[in-house]
Every structure is written in C-alpha cells, then in structure tokens.
C-alpha cells in the first residue's frame, strides 16, 4: 500500500496508538490505520481518491493564485486564511484536514500531506520543494501497514528549501528549518534546526513581528 493509498474520506478505525521511536531517540505518537472497507469498496474509493487527486493537480497549475485559492477552500474544504498565497504546481493530499494561518507563503513544487490533520500557522514561509507529511509506513510491519500523526507548524516559522517534516512533529514559532533538513521530532520555539535528522544549531529572536501579507 503507497502513501497515496490511505484515503482521507474513508472510515478507518483508529487501532491503539503506538509510540515508536525516531532517529534522535526521541518518541512520538503514531495511529495505525486499520480499513473496514470490502475489497470492492475499497477498489471504488482509490478510484474516487485517484479523479480527486488529479482535479487538485490541475488546480495547482491555474494561473493566478487568487482562483487557486477559491478552488482549494470552496471545492476541496481546505480553511485557509487572509493573504495567504500557496503558489504553482503544489502537491496536496487530504485536503479538509489542512489549516493555513494568515499571510503564508507556500511556494513551488511544495507537498502538503492532510491525511492525518496539517495544522501552518500565520506568516509561515515555506520554501520550494518541502514536504510536510502526516502518514508513513511502519517497515518493522509484516504488512508494511501506514501509520500516522497530527503535524503542527507555529507562527513565523521559516522552512528552508527541500526541507522534510515527518508525522508527529511540532514546530514551535518563530523557528527555523534550514534546507535539506529531515526533521523527524519537535522544535521548540525559535531554535534553528539543521541536518539528517535534524538538530538545533543556533536560535531566532523571540520578537518577531514581520507579516508577508495583511
């Protein structure tokens, strides 16, 4: 089963959570996933989720990100804030479970991953060709059975370039993730985290207060 296979509308059941541990030793919570779908419902569904998949790639090559906007909140249910700007040939999954603050900046070629609830606060910038996922799968599973959590971004928070964000993680605000970065558990507020995995290498000040738009 792909990433893509695990589809947001479907009823699950939520199995016991698990806590599994990351990289750096640290643990997090992950749900496994667990489908009371028959064979031929499922089948259905993955083609739904397939026809919904591609309506959403084609609205992330409409020119013009005001009409983008329009589709991803009114058809796909996504809640987005004021002046928020999510730009060309994005990658979106899950799409009723993401929340976008005011005045953030989502640039090119970004995936955001609403299988398990997204939550990107305010004046969040993240740069070209990162990923935000909520959903994996569990490879010490003798069916390689997906697995996810809740990813939260706070306030002000900037994603370098091909920045990775791995389910369960939290960044706290004014943070900073610098490029290339595999973030796989929480950053506290205004640390900078750098590396594979990440970790903190310097901090940002607390008083931030600039806004990319009103």
């Known amino acids: 089963m792909a990433y893509r296979d695990v589809i947001p509308g479907a009823t699950?059941?939520?199995a016991t959570t698990e806590l599994q541990e990351n990289?750096?030793?640290?643990?997090?919570?992950?749900?496994?996933?667990?489908?009371?779908?028959t064979k031929r419902q499922h089948a259905l569904r993955m083609h739904l989720w397939r026809l919904r998949d591609s309506a959403l790639r084609l609205t992330g090559k409409i020119p013009?990100?005001?009409?983008?906007?329009?589709?991803y909140r009114r058809v796909f249910g996504m809640k987005i804030g004021r002046g928020v700007r999510i730009e060309g040939n994005?990658?979106?999954?899950?799409?009723?479970?993401?929340s976008i603050g005011h005045g953030t900046v989502i640039n090119r070629d970004v995936v955001l991953d609403g299988r398990f609830p997204l939550t990107i606060g305010s004046h969040v910038s993240v740069a070209v060709r990162s990923m935000?996922?909520?959903?994996?799968?569990d490879l010490c599973d003798a069916n390689l059975r997906p697995i996810g959590a809740a990813v939260s971004v706070g306030d002000r928070v900037f994603m370098g370039a091909c920045a990775?964000?791995?389910?369960?993680?939290?960044?706290?605000?004014?943070?900073?993730?610098a490029a290339g970065a595999v973030v796989t558990?929480?950053?506290?507020?205004?640390?900078i985290?750098?590396?594979?995995?990440?970790?903190?290498?310097?901090?940002?000040?607390?008083?931030?207060d600039y806004e990319f738009y009103k």
């Open 64 to 71: 013009g990100n005001s009409m983008r906007l329009f589709i």
């Open 12 to 14: 699950v059941t939520l």
């Open 90 to 98: 994005c990658t979106i999954w899950g799409p009723r479970r993401i």
């Open 164 to 177: 990775l964000v791995l389910p369960g993680v939290s960044i706290g605000y004014n943070a900073g993730v």
């Open 23 to 37: 990289h750096s030793g640290m643990r997090r919570q992950k749900t496994p996933l667990v489908s009371e779908h």
């Open 132 to 137: 935000l996922l909520t959903l994996e799968h």
């Open 185 to 191: 558990k929480d950053v506290d507020a205004c640390s």
């Open 193 to 208: 985290v750098a590396g594979v995995p990440a970790r903190p290498v310097g901090h940002r000040p607390r008083n931030l």
